[in-house]
Every structure is written in C-alpha cells, then in structure tokens.
C-alpha cells in the first residue's frame, strides 16, 4: 500500500516562495508503475493538476504555472518536491500529493493534503 504525507508551511506571504514535500512510503518514487502529481484545490473550486514527476525524473508543469514552479525529487528519501514562487493570495489552496498508474490512468493514491494560505 502506497502511502503519501504532504507537508509544508501552512501560511506564506504574497510574493514568498512555497516549498511543499511528499513523502512516499510503501513504494518506489523511481517505479514505472506511478507518476507522482501535485494537484490542488482552491476554496469553493475544483482540483487543478499542477505537475507531474514521472519514474525517469522527466517532468510536465501545467502552463499556466510553468513561469513560476518546479517539481523535483530526492530518491534516495523517495521524496517528491513541489517549489512555486511569486505567490498570490489566489494560490491559496489545499494541496495534494497523488500516485498516477501509469497502465490504468487513475489516482491510485492520495495524501492527506495539506492547506497554504497566502495572505500578508
């Protein structure tokens, strides 16, 4: 069993850098089986996929974010990294760490998330 564990700041100041982990645990962040994802959730919205890791550490960032995010990996922690600068109050946000099966397409495994709020 795949299990994921967000973490980060909670609060961070407009224009301020987010730096967000996700612990993976139960399996290889190097597997062929997953590409590790960040999505989020803004308030009353629904869930926007941010980026994706996949097993060769190649990685794909939505568009509309590319300017000012980054998603990385450490894998001998088997850690997943997500780094978003020039924050706005409309990132604010739940934020999710997901498992992607790379045969069946689906989110297979979801952290908890974890909340960032964005305000001065």
């Known amino acids: 069993q795949v299990q994921l564990q967000e973490s980060g700041p909670g609060l961070v100041k407009p224009s301020q850098t987010l730096s967000l982990t996700c612990t993976v645990s139960?399996?290889?962040?190097?597997?062929?089986?997953?590409?590790w994802s960040w999505i989020r959730q803004p308030p009353g919205k629904g869930l926007e996929l941010m980026g994706v890791i996949a097993y060769d550490g190649s990685t794909y960032v939505s568009p509309s974010l590319k300017s000012r995010t980054s998603i990385s990996r450490d894998n001998a922690k088997n850690t997943v990294y997500l780094q978003m600068n020039s924050l706005k109050p409309e990132d604010t946000a739940v934020y999710y760490c997901?498992?992607?099966?790379?045969?069946?397409?689906?989110?297979?495994?979801w952290g908890q998330g974890t909340q960032v709020t964005v305000s001065s």
């Open positions: 997901a498992a992607r099966s790379t045969i069946r397409r689906i989110y297979n495994y």
């Open positions: 139960g399996g290889s962040i190097t597997t062929s089986y997953y590409a």
